[in-house]
Structure formats: C-alpha cells, structure tokens
C-alpha cells in the first residue's frame, strides 16, 4: 500500500466550477500536511499546508482529518490557469529523520 | 532572490556511463534534499543534507549513487554506472535551518539512460 494515495484524475471542468481533491495517507505517525501544485515538466511548489482546523487561502480550502487520516483540497472558481498537477504531501518521521512522502498527484484539466 | 538550479536540465547517457548532477540551493538554505520521480511514480525522497552533513541517506536506491556536499554549498549527485531503470526525474529542493517543510525545488534534471 502506498504511503499516500490519491486519484490519479485528470479531473475535467469548467472555469468557474468547484473541485475537490481527496488524498489519503497510510502512517498515523504523520505529523504535517500539505498541497504542492506541479505544472507540466516543471517544478513542485508549495501551494499550501494543511491545519487540523482546516485553512483557506483566497479561493483554495484545505482540511485535515486525523481520525480518517485524509486530506481535502477544495478549489472554487476554478480558472483556466488552476490546471496543473496537485501533490498531497505529509511529513513523516522515519528512523528519527522527518522527510517528505508524496503523492502521485492529482491532474486538474479546466477548460474555458 | 536566486531561486533553487540544477546542471544539466537534460542528461542523455548509455548504460554503465557515468552522471554528475549539481544543485544550487537558495543563498542561506542549510537544508538541501534530492528527490527522484521515475516515470509514472511518485517524486520519491533520496537523502537530505543539512549544510555539509548527510542528515538522512534512507531513499538512496543503492550504492551507485553517491551525493556530495562540501563547504555546505552546491551538492552533486553521482550515478556510476548508470542502470537503465536509474532514468527519471532528479529534483533538488532546499529550505532554511529550522524549516524542514516549506521545501524550495529547482526545475529537475531529467535523465535517460538508454
């Protein structure tokens, strides 16, 4: 199983809709949690970090829930240059060191 | 402020030749890590430097590969000889002492290996 899991998508929409992005990690151990947005054949950046009381930064949303151990990203308004690849990432303590385990991403197609 | 490079963006090579990938983290940024995505896969972790220390080799897939970082500065990644499944994606990343999760990458080296 993997470590975090998410649908791999593409997700398809229109500019203007709403999508929502789930991701699910193996290790309860985990301790921090975040988005990265991937553009095509360019770099991870880092979009957001997820809290236990959820967090919003402009038209992104993000929640965490511990018990389920699952992560959300809600984008509303979706705009044409939203397409990209989102990463759910989580930090995870391994034999004392702490490193970033990722997802395979989540490819979000919006068409005008 | 100079952002995260990486030489060569591309690397074409024959199996059994040998690679040196280099990094240039952000001025300041103790913290440097290299990540792999094969095609595919996830962008795996392989280690992470703190200055010139080796803090964590866990992700190293073998011992064909070795990474320096002397002075604490820009850091090479060695492959030798290169396997045909060593091809992929090669991310450096770095973030200032302290803060081990907002993680600056540069643009990757993409390799193949034919």
């Known amino acids: 199983r993997k470590e975090v899991e998410q649908d791999p998508g593409p997700f398809n929409v229109p500019e203007g809709a709403t999508v929502a992005f789930n991701c699910t990690y193996s290790?309860?151990?985990?301790?921090?949690f975040f988005w990265y947005r991937q553009d095509c054949r360019k770099e991870p950046k880092l979009l957001m970090s997820?809290?236990?009381s959820g967090n919003e930064d402009g038209r992104f949303t993000a929640q965490l829930n511990r018990a389920s151990q699952y992560i959300s990203l809600l984008i509303r308004d979706s705009k044409l240059s939203d397409s990209a690849t989102y990463l759910c990432?989580?930090?995870?303590?391994?034999?004392?060191?702490?490193?970033?385990?990722f997802g395979t991403g989540t490819r979000l197609l919006v068409s005008p | 402020e100079a952002g995260v490079t990486q030489f060569p963006s591309h690397s074409v090579i024959e199996k059994g030749q040998t690679v040196t990938l280099r990094c240039d983290p952000i001025s300041g940024h103790d913290n440097l890590y290299w990540y792999r995505r094969v095609m595919g896969k996830e962008i795996k972790f392989l280690l992470h430097f703190v200055k010139e220390s080796k803090q964590d080799e866990s992700g190293m897939p073998n011992n064909r590969f070795l990474a320096e970082r002397t002075g604490g500065t820009y850091s090479t990644l060695k492959v030798q000889p290169a396997e045909l499944e060593d091809s992929g994606v090669y991310f450096c990343?770095?973030?200032?002492?302290?803060?081990?999760?907002?993680?600056?990458f540069g643009p990757g080296t993409r390799l193949t290996v034919t």
């Open positions: 990432v989580v930090n995870l303590m391994n034999t004392g060191f702490q490193k970033l385990v």
């Open positions: 290790n309860s151990a985990s301790q921090s």
């Open positions: 997820v809290y236990s």
């Open positions: 990343a770095s973030s200032q002492v302290g803060n081990l999760y907002e993680q600056y």
